[in-house]
């Protein structure tokens, strides 16, 4: 069945410092991937996401790459900011092939708690 | 007005009380999801639905049930509450058009005592 792993948190970081959260996925076909972040008190929003090998989800100075040969998303920023301190998720969705249809079901990692200190 | 509403935002009952979730949108979406979240373990699915029939266990769907009122309703249910089902719960939707993504409600916090 589908799987995510994400680096074990929680990650602390001073303000300005690069982040990276690790991301590896196991899947069958050809999944969408997805980062979702959950600030304090509020339910998960999608941050970005890519649909396809190579592909390059962008959004609020974070980015993520589709690597098809490594089966990984990791997520970066380069210059982290205090508003970033969050629960950070990765997940996939499954999509089956020509004539089937795409379920939609998300399955998630288990969370990476970051705080971000000024 | 947010998208996704989900009431009681908490709630706390005691083991064998049962217990309704309940589950709203104006999105217009067909398909909607109940999630729990427990820490350390992500987002589990216990329940989806594509449409008004049609109703699909996930992963964790024991000891849970779900009824699908109308396109903009969906509710969990806890038939007799036990302490293990404290978490915190979540509803989602989405459709074909939103290629998979899924909005997420506010959540519910559950304490079973």
Redesign the interface.
């Known amino acids: 069945g589908n799987s995510?792993t994400q680096m074990e948190g929680p990650v602390t970081l001073s303000e300005e410092a690069f982040l990276t959260i690790n991301c590896t996925y196991t899947a069958t076909g050809y999944p969408?991937l997805?980062w979702?972040v959950q600030y304090p008190?509020?339910?998960?929003?999608?941050l970005l996401?890519a649909?396809k090998a190579d592909d390059k989800g962008s959004n609020k100075g974070f980015e993520a790459t589709y690597r098809k040969e490594t089966t990984s998303f990791h997520l970066e920023k380069g210059s982290v900011q205090v508003s970033d301190s969050a629960v950070y998720?990765c997940a996939l969705?499954d999509?089956l092939g020509a004539g089937g249809t795409?379920?939609?079901?998300?399955t998630?990692?288990?969370?990476t708690i970051l705080t971000v200190h000024p | 007005d947010a998208d996704?509403t989900q009431t009681p935002r908490n709630r706390i009952t005691k083991t064998g009380k049962r217990i309704m979730l309940e589950c709203s949108q104006t999105k217009g979406h067909d398909?909607m999801?109940w999630y729990r979240q427990d820490p350390?373990?992500?987002?589990?699915?216990i329940y989806?639905s594509?449409d008004v029939k049609d109703i699909n266990k996930?992963e964790i769907s024991d000891g849970y049930s779900v009824s699908r009122q109308a396109q903009a309703k969906f509710s969990l249910s806890l038939e007799s509450a036990i302490p293990n089902q404290t978490a915190l719960y979540?509803c989602?939707t989405?459709d074909l058009t939103s290629?998979?993504?899924?909005?997420?409600?506010?959540?519910t916090r559950l304490t079973v005592l």
């Open positions: 995510v969408s997805f979702y008190g509020e339910g998960l929003q999608l996401k649909t998720f969705s999509h795409s379920y939609g079901k998300l998630f990692g288990q969370g | 996704v398909r999801y350390g373990l992500g987002l589990r699915l989806y594509f996930g979540f989602a989405s290629n998979n993504e899924q909005f997420f409600g506010p959540g």
